[in-house]
């Protein structure tokens, strides 16, 4: 009977090792399963982490981008004449100037039509102009437009006879049409 006690007594402690086991080993894997979730996870945080500094690092090269993009906007516009330029008075002053240098004479000025850029902070200004003189004045007028500090571009220009005279008048007096456009920059 003894040996049948011990028997029992040694399928009791196989049964009881087997379920320790058991439970070790569920544990184990619970354990496992759970490490490998949290492996999963901080790959993920890792990846994000990853590409935030990516972001980051774009982030620092479009903030030097649009530094670059400031300091070469405000080179360009120093070019532009200033609103004050623009003025009809003071058009007609720079244009008498360069009429007295060139030897011809301004006859009449136009108002500017203002027209706004669409989307920018950016005003245009059209001139008409006529004047009158020589084919040699008005290269030198328009030297001096294209020459000046400021941008004022010659949009086009047409030359005629003054007057009504022969094919080959005996004056060599002209009368120029000149189109003129310009611009002025206010970010505000």
């Known amino acids: 009977m003894a040996k049948a006690g011990d028997k029992k007594l040694m399928v009791v402690l196989i049964i009881l090792f087997v379920v320790a086991f058991g439970v070790i080993v569920a544990l184990c894997y619970y354990r496992w399963n759970d490490n490998k979730k949290l492996e999963q996870e901080v790959d993920s945080i890792q990846a994000r982490i990853g590409k935030m500094e990516l972001i980051k690092a774009e982030i620092s090269d479009l903030r030097q981008e649009r530094r670059r993009s400031i300091e070469a906007i405000n080179d360009l516009t120093k ?45 245009r200004y059209k001139y008409e102009i006529m004047v009158e003189g020589t084919f040699p004045q008005f290269v030198r007028f328009l030297n001096h437009i294209e020459r000046h500090e400021r941008f004022l571009k010659v949009d086009s220009f047409e030359v005629a006879n003054l007057g009504t005279g022969p094919i080959w008048p005996e004056t060599p007096e002209k009368k120029m049409r000149l189109r003129l456009t310009t611009y002025t920059y206010n970010p505000e």
């Open 79 to 123: 070019i532009l004449p200033t609103e004050a330029e623009t003025s009809h008075s003071d058009l007609l002053e720079l244009l008498r100037q360069f009429a007295t240098a060139s030897g011809v004479s301004v006859t009449s000025l136009l108002r500017p039509t203002e027209v706004p850029e669409p989307g920018m902070p950016i005003m």
